[in-house]
């Protein structure tokens, strides 16, 4: 007699059970959590004047609507999060300087050896010298003024610890504003500039700190001053961007967003690395508004586009991170996106790059373009096309690294490719990514594994379109289950994330019902799914436990074994 276990029916069994993820397609960034559907609910149909049938997402566009809207933008912030505690930091102290007396900016870091109280107390005179500078109305009153400012810029240029508080106490900000003042010398205005980048680097209060020099940085930035110039005022403007939302709220209706986009327009690679920098920053959300009329100024996405196709690593990572906003937060920015050869341009970086630094936002980008309309998608990523071999490639190659990030990013977006036509599942069936991704499931960590999953079960199932519950890819089932994956996918029920255990779920039910010969229950008993499903007796999820109860009674009820 083999195991048998019982749930409470707390549901009607006749209603229609919904197999794996219904071609799910995710959106936004690796770390989101999928739109929520109910595992019981019949699939529906696709809304009203809606694209032509999709293959990746009709069957749960009337279930996510605008949930998964609103989830995609909260995410992109947790990507800017991201990007500032690992490799890519939200604020930049500058201690070199953009081509006005170098020799003088190469001053900045010379004074490392100095003792603490020593440094606040050539910090606290260098205001003072400022402010004596200021006031001065000699004939060389504006060489004063620049040498003092550079006396304090070195000591808030120092890549240790700047003393911006000492600075801020002894009345910097008033000093720096008047500096800024229109007519005045451009060194000078580089070196105000340059000593409120630095403070803006610093705390939330010393970042705040700036708000009555903003209009003056903003001004600053347009075509009447020089590039030095300019470059210098969006580095610190992108510093305060990078704070906080109510911050970059203020720098749009201040009006930041169209100088900084026309410094996107020219072919000097400097500034538009810093300029693109600047942008990811106030773009980054959650309101999609800023992202939707970055893309409507005319030049920016031809200068996008052209600036990713150049060999300069630096600026095509930055322009990167922009389309990384671009896409995960406005759905008008992805439409206009997908119109041009973007994919293709970011297949190609994608394929020629080993740089970690740049590969991730070229991830990034690529998910969320792919996670948009999948009508769009689909056309773009003709699997008759040898773009979609060669993204197909560049992801299995991901999926080799050492990085976990990038091990976790390719697996994302290969969950969406997954999530497409037959023909898209069958090119990534007959590619090295599947043993790839099988043994990562094998042994990879957690949060790896679970993306890892969410690939293989895209992969077992047709699309519904629109018509129920979506037919199962036998042979896709049978190989991955063959190959040992069960044992995987059962892991995850057993954790304590319920979106790895509804994952897990889902799959243990295309193996109960898909495996031919009706081998499924004994496979799934074989690897301990019983006594996994029997954790959910009495689980507080009420979608999991009614879930798992389906399973029991449907596959291993009173009459299972009995024959036996």
């Not at 018509?467 to 029920?493: A, E, K, M």
Request: charged share 20%; net charge negative; hydrophobic share 45%.
């Amino acid at each position: 007699m083999q195991t048998k276990c019982t749930f409470p029916n707390h549901y009607d069994q006749s209603i229609n059970c919904r197999a794996f993820l219904s071609s799910l397609t995710r959106l936004n960034t690796p770390f989101q959590t999928p739109p929520p559907f109910s595992f019981f609910l019949s699939v529906a149909g696709p809304m009203a004047g809606e694209t032509p049938p999709s293959h990746r997402r009709d069957p749960i566009k009337h279930t996510v609507g605008n949930a998964a809207v609103q989830r995609r933008r909260q995410l992109a912030v947790s990507v800017a999060k991201e990007r500032r505690e690992a490799m890519f930091r939200t604020k930049r102290l500058c201690t070199e300087g953009f081509g006005m007396n170098l020799d003088e900016a190469a001053g900045g870091g010379m004074m490392i050896d100095e003792e603490p109280p020593v440094l606040e107390s050539q910090t606290s005179k260098a205001v003072e010298e400022l402010k004596l500078a200021v006031l001065f109305k000699g004939t060389d009153a504006v060489q004063k003024k620049v040498n003092a400012l550079r006396e304090l810029r070195r000591l808030l240029s120092r890549s240790g610890f700047p003393f911006v508080e000492v600075a801020l106490k002894s009345g910097a900000i008033p000093l720096l504003a008047q500096c800024l003042s229109f007519g005045s010398d451009d060194e000078q205005v580089l070196e105000a500039a340059w000593c409120l980048t630095n403070i803006a680097a610093g705390t939330p209060e010393q970042t705040k700190s700036l708000l009555p020099t903003l209009p003056l940085l903003i001004a600053h930035l347009g075509e009447k001053s020089s590039l030095s110039v300019s470059e210098q005022c969006a580095w610190a403007l992108g510093n305060v961007a990078g704070e906080s939302d109510e911050l970059r709220d203020l720098l749009i209706s201040q009006g930041a967003l169209i100088p900084l986009a026309k410094m996107m327009l020219p072919d000097n690679g400097s500034t538009v690395r810093t300029a693109a920098w600047a942008l990811s920053n106030l773009i980054k959300g959650p309101d999609p508004d800023a992202a939707t009329e970055l893309v409507k100024i005319d030049g920016v996405v031809d200068s996008i586009l052209r600036h990713l196709k150049k060999s300069d690593i630096e600026l095509a990572t930055e322009v990167s991170w922009v389309v990384v906003y671009l896409s995960a937060l406005s759905d008008v920015a992805t439409s206009v996106l997908m119109k041009t050869d973007i994919v293709r341009i970011l297949v190609d970086r994608l394929a020629a790059s080993n740089n970690l630094q740049s590969i991730i936002p070229l991830l990034r980008s690529l998910g969320n373009l792919l996670s948009g309309d999948a009508y769009t998608t689909n056309v773009v990523l003709d699997p008759a096309h040898e773009i979609t071999e060669s993204i197909i490639r560049s992801l299995s190659k991901c999926l080799k690294s050492e990085h976990r990030f990038m091990k976790k990013e390719a697996a994302w977006v290969l969950s969406n490719i997954a999530a497409g036509s037959v023909a898209h599942k069958q090119l990534i069936c007959k590619s090295e990514a599947v043993s790839l991704l099988l043994q990562l499931l094998a042994g990879a960590p957690f949060d790896i594994k679970k993306e890892v999953a969410y690939v293989l079960g895209n992969l077992c199932v047709a699309p519904a379109n629109g018509l129920g519950r979506p037919p199962i890819l036998s042979d896709h089932l049978v190989l991955f289950v063959r190959n040992g994956c069960l044992c995987g996918f059962i892991d995850l029920v057993r954790q304590a994330d319920p979106e790895a255990a509804r994952i897990g779920l889902h799959f243990m039910e295309l193996v109960l019902r898909g495996m031919p010969n009706g081998e499924g229950q004994k496979l799934v008993e074989k690897a301990g799914g019983i006594d996994a499903l029997e954790r959910f007796q009495f689980h507080e999820n009420d979608e999991l436990r009614m879930m798992a109860g389906l399973l029991v009674d449907t596959y291993f009820g009173e009459t299972y074994g009995v024959d036996e």
